[in-house]
């Protein structure tokens, strides 16, 4: 998956308009990315992506490039 | 002897447990087997439900592997080990599964997953165990292990706690309609009690979150055993007056 179309998953999970966010918009940035916009998260990457988050990756996460570098980190984006 | 006997004496008594293979369902087997029952350890994993039936050694047991999804299989699978074990007493529907998923990430076939073991599969088999030719001609006892999440709500649960309120609500109905055959029905609310299923769920809780869960539970946590001795209570032939209840097994929680 290209970044551009993982921005665009990753603002379906959070319901945020396709083009609010990009890959440096924080998480407090974004209203659906509260606890239970985690838990989609982590049910999403699993379905979508069958990556597994650890403790440390849910905890670091601040920025939606954070995610990216999570997807990049298990083989799931393309490099630009 | 017959009057020295404690009401929760199963005296030989068959009964089909559901999820053997661990946490409640491993628990009610091993405490029902204390109390003289002879039981049907039901499960997916073979290896597990052999440490189940270690741990009840000397008890007279079977061992049915099961996948509770494939409902078309439970019926057959039943009647066949009756024909080895003789008429069956008692059913406790143990087994469970949860999916913590938010409302904006839910999906049809994630609700469906757990209602079909949590509350299809336990009424296929509750089919399948009151038949007239498999049950004892004196009556008998269902339990299903409903949840506190059957009465009060829970973030990122929609479809576990839509499962066990229908478990408690086919339950009220089953016990109306199979008392004229002396088949009482009965489901228990446990609270939270770590076993493999709740520390699944858990894990995706902050340590934080699930230090504040355990600290809503005026008793602390719940072990598999509380809701085992309570499960015997229900399931025990000796407590025929009861049926179409409900009982929390919940360290206070749904008291506050």
């Known amino acids: 998956m290209k970044a551009q179309d993982a921005v665009s998953w990753i603002a379906e999970v959070f319901e945020e308009p396709s083009g609010r966010i990009t890959a440096e918009t924080l998480r407090k940035e974004i209203p659906g990315w509260d606890s239970l916009g985690t838990l989609s998260l982590i049910a999403g990457l699993d379905e979508r992506f069958d990556v597994h988050l650890s403790e440390n990756d849910i905890d670091g996460m601040q920025r939606v490039s954070d995610i990216l570098d999570i997807l990049r980190r298990n083989g799931k984006l393309e490099d630009a | ?256």
């Not at chain 2, 004496?9 to 999820?19: E, L, P």
């Not at chain 2, 299903?144 to 576990?160: A, D, L, R, T, W």
């Open chain 2, 1 to 256: 002897m017959t009057d020295n006997r404690s009401f929760l004496d199963f005296a030989d008594r068959w009964v089909v447990v559901t999820g053997a293979s661990s946490g409640l369902g491993r628990a009610v087997a091993i405490e029902l087997a204390r109390h003289g029952a002879r039981v049907i350890l039901v499960g997916r994993d073979q290896a597990r439900l052999a440490e189940t039936e270690a741990a009840i050694a000397g008890t007279e047991c079977r061992v049915l592997g099961l996948d509770l999804a494939r409902h078309d299989s439970i019926a057959p699978e039943i009647v066949r080990i009756q024909k080895e074990t003789g008429p069956i007493y008692g059913l406790c529907h143990a087994a469970g599964v949860v999916e913590t998923r938010p409302l904006q990430a839910n999906k049809v076939e994630v609700i469906q997953r757990q209602l079909d073991v949590n509350l299809l599969a336990g009424l296929e088999l509750a089919r399948a165990v009151c038949r007239r030719d498999v049950m004892t001609q004196e009556g008998g006892s269902l339990l299903f292990i409903s949840s506190v999440y059957g009465h009060v709500g829970m973030p990122g649960q929609i479809g576990y706690c839509a499962s066990k309120g229908a478990v408690a609500a086919a339950v009220r109905a089953m016990a109306m309609e199979l008392a004229r055959r002396n088949i009482r029905v009965n489901s228990l609310s446990p609270g939270l009690v770590f076993t493999g299923m709740t520390e699944q769920a858990l894990g995706l809780l902050s340590a934080e979150h699930v230090e504040r869960l355990k600290a809503t539970y005026p008793l602390g946590p719940g072990q598999p055993e509380d809701v085992a001795r309570a499960a015997v209570f229900l399931l025990a032939p000796g407590t025929r007056w009861i049926t179409g209840a409900d009982l929390a097994v919940d360290g206070g929680f749904t008291a506050q």
